[in-house]
């Protein structure tokens, strides 16, 4: 045998030790960035859904105020509505709403057309509708700028509607409450079943919720004497959490 020439049997050897080598490389990066294990619970597992909530007075309110306006044509029926938008906005400036509060939402135009029975729809004329939104911080003033946009020409509005301009700390409050609510219940639960709570295993938070006052529909009529009564009432804000205790 020639001692040069190699083997077969040596060249599976190099071969298959390469391919197991291929075959546990993915194998060891896996083991690498493997999650660790969670570790089990040695006890009673109890879920608890639990909502902590807190009141506060709205600072801010938001009002939806718009112009319709009707004309035999598109451009008439846009000029108009332009200029009543005008006075509108300038009424809001002067009642102190800064340019940052002051937002268009939807500027419109359509046809309007008059139906009849076996015959072709009429077009009558057009329809252009323009509409803002108004954030103000001052809430006591809310009654005197609705008053307002009437007077400069504004048929359509709708709010106020109240918030919080940051209500980081009171949810943050409402998180508190709602740790503790769940901790007092874990304990009822424990002290119900002859158990103790050995410790809180997980927390999940399921979204922040808030309620306000539902916006109303205001009058357009101005008032003789006072402007248009609002009231603001409270904020509730609300947390709800899902906790995970261990109980033995």
Same mark, same amino acid.
């Given at each position: 045998?020639?001692? *040069? ?48 909530? +807190? ?33 509108? #906005? ?18 419109? *135009? ?12 009429? *077009? ?24 307002? *946009? +009437? ?48 410790? #809180? ?48």
């Amino acid at each position: 045998m020639n001692p *040069l020439r190699p083997r077969a049997g040596f060249h599976c050897a190099i071969a298959l030790s390469a391919a197991a080598c291929a075959a546990a490389l993915p194998a060891i990066a896996a083991a690498q960035v493997a999650p660790l294990p969670v570790a089990t619970l040695g006890g009673t597992r109890l879920d608890i859904v639990a909502t902590g909530e +807190v009141a506060r007075a709205p600072d801010i309110a938001t009002i939806s105020a718009g112009v319709v306006t009707q004309a035999a044509t598109a451009s008439a029926a846009l000029a108009e509505n332009a200029t009543r938008m005008t006075a509108t #906005i300038a009424a809001l400036r002067r009642a102190g709403v800064a340019d940052r509060d002051i937002q268009s939402n939807a500027i419109n *135009l359509s046809p309007q057309y008059r139906y009849g029975e076996n015959v072709p729809p009429v *077009l009558t004329g057009y329809q252009a509708s323009n509409q803002v939104s108004i954030r103000f911080r001052d809430i006591k003033r809310a009654g005197a700028i609705l008053d307002a *946009l +009437v007077q400069a020409g504004a048929n359509q509005i709708n709010g106020p509607a109240f918030s919080l301009d940051k209500p980081a700390a009171a949810l943050d409050e409402a998180r508190t409450a709602a740790v503790a609510a769940a901790r007092t219940r874990a304990d009822l639960y424990a002290r119900a079943a002859g158990l103790t709570v050995r410790r #809180i295993v997980a927390i999940a938070e399921d979204g922040e919720q808030s309620a306000q006052p539902r916006p109303m529909m205001m009058a357009m009529a101005r008032m003789e004497k006072d402007s248009t009564p609002v009231q603001a009432g409270e904020q509730t804000l609300a947390i709800t959490l899902r906790v995970t205790f261990e109980l033995q």
